[in-house]
């Protein structure tokens, strides 16, 4: 019988370096997968998974153990993103105005935004708690019960957000097509 995660989570909380390296091997995939669907970017989903993983031994003292492993480090991934979305937004802030590189780069980044399949694109234009919603309903097959658990908040609010998540989607359609 293999061992929990979450006896895992708490074996290397206390600085057992096997649990932990067995919990990344486990679960590796899973934050980058949910990383990505999240940003929608390869290299900034890879950036976002090392920090998670650079963090995580520090972060694993506050796992109780009163959850899943995996629900807690789908909220850990949810509030890294977060986190690095305020910073890029500060960073973003604090280069306007710096002439025709900054415009070079945004040019670029929306080049990258362009070359995203549809779906990506979709997710990007949604607000950020529907993304993150989507991502874990769809992107990572979770109940909305489940999601409810990761997010915080009422399974009610979940369906909520998936029905805004299908009025955005079939907006944007609705737009290309008559286009």
């Given amino acids: 019988m293999s061992t929990s995660d979450e006896a895992l989570a708490l074996a290397a909380a206390q600085?057992?370096?096997g649990a932990f390296s067995t919990l990344l091997s486990r679960h590796y995939d899973r934050v980058f997968a949910f990383a990505f669907r999240l940003t929608g970017h390869r290299a900034e989903a890879e950036d976002l998974t090392q920090d998670i993983c650079a963090a995580l031994p520090a972060k694993?003292?506050?796992f109780q153990g009163t959850a899943r492993f995996t629900?807690?480090?789908y909220r850990v991934t949810v509030n890294a993103a977060h986190d690095r979305r305020r910073r890029?937004?500060?960073h973003a802030r604090a280069a306007e105005g710096w002439g025709d590189w900054e415009v070079a780069r945004q040019a670029e980044i929306a080049d990258q935004s362009a070359a995203n399949d549809w779906l990506?694109?979709?997710m990007q234009a949604l607000p950020t708690d529907l993304r993150d919603t989507v991502a874990l309903v769809l992107g990572e097959d979770?109940?909305?019960a489940q999601a409810?658990?990761?997010l915080g908040i009422s399974e009610g609010t979940i369906a909520w957000?998936?029905?805004q998540v299908k009025k955005h989607l079939r907006a944007l359609h609705q737009k290309e097509e008559q286009a």
């Fill in 88 to 90: 890029a937004a500060t």
């Fill in 15 to 17: 600085g057992d370096g």
């Fill in 148 to 150: 409810a658990e990761v």
């Fill in 60 to 62: 694993l003292r506050s």
């Fill in 120 to 122: 990506a694109q979709a």
């Fill in 161 to 163: 957000r998936m029905s």
């Fill in 142 to 144: 979770l109940t909305q």
């Fill in 71 to 73: 629900t807690w480090l």
